[in-house]
């Protein structure tokens, strides 16, 4: 009788060890920053973005992620303008560093706004923000990231996308002809 007790106590100092060595393995979660956002398209209605992050993830054996969820921000002048929002996943994440990129499109009548200044300074601001949620074990923490991006913009890929008619009346005013 008294040895399993005994045996009973090894076993559960055992667990609880293998049970501790778990949590301190899985308790980090992954660094997850903005790398970039891309204009793919832009027209008056809507642009196609391309949003890259960076995950460092310091877990021994790859992980799954259920999803990221996103919101894009206009940031120009004083105020902000939600432009688009949303998720993607799943996916893998493995040990060490990876880039992730999704796409990302924007319907709305900030658009507009945004559009002229990206012509008359060849970019556009954006405010990226959202979580990164992945799967330990059935646990899901969302892991934040936000950050203010610049997008650079071709002038002539963005007249091309409006149309030419309105592209050459959007040069014109520019241009004060």
Not at 62 to 89: C, F, H, N, S
Not at 106 to 122: A, C, D, K, R, Y
């Amino acid at each position: 009788m008294d040895r399993r007790i005994l045996y009973i106590g090894v076993i559960l100092i055992i667990l609880v060890i293998i049970g501790a060595i778990g949590v301190s393995l899985f308790s980090h979660h992954p660094d997850v920053t903005v790398r970039g956002c891309d204009i793919t398209s832009l027209n008056l209605s809507s642009a196609s973005l391309n949003v890259t992050l960076g995950l460092n993830s310091s877990y021994p054996i790859p992980i799954p992620v259920k999803k990221i969820g996103y919101a894009v921000q206009y940031t120009g002048g004083d105020e902000r303008i939600r432009l688009a929002e949303g998720e993607t996943g799943p996916f893998v994440l493995n040990p060490g560093f990876q880039e992730i990129s999704f796409p990302v499109t924007v319907s709305h009548t900030g658009v507009i706004g945004s559009l002229l200044e990206t012509v008359s300074n060849g970019e556009i601001r954006l405010h990226l923000s959202g979580s990164v949620s992945p799967d330990i074990f059935g646990f899901s923490p969302a892991v934040p990231f936000q950050q203010d991006v610049i997008a650079p913009v071709d002038i002539p890929d963005i007249i091309a996308g409006i149309g030419p008619q309105a592209g050459k009346m959007l040069l014109g005013r520019l241009l004060g002809i």
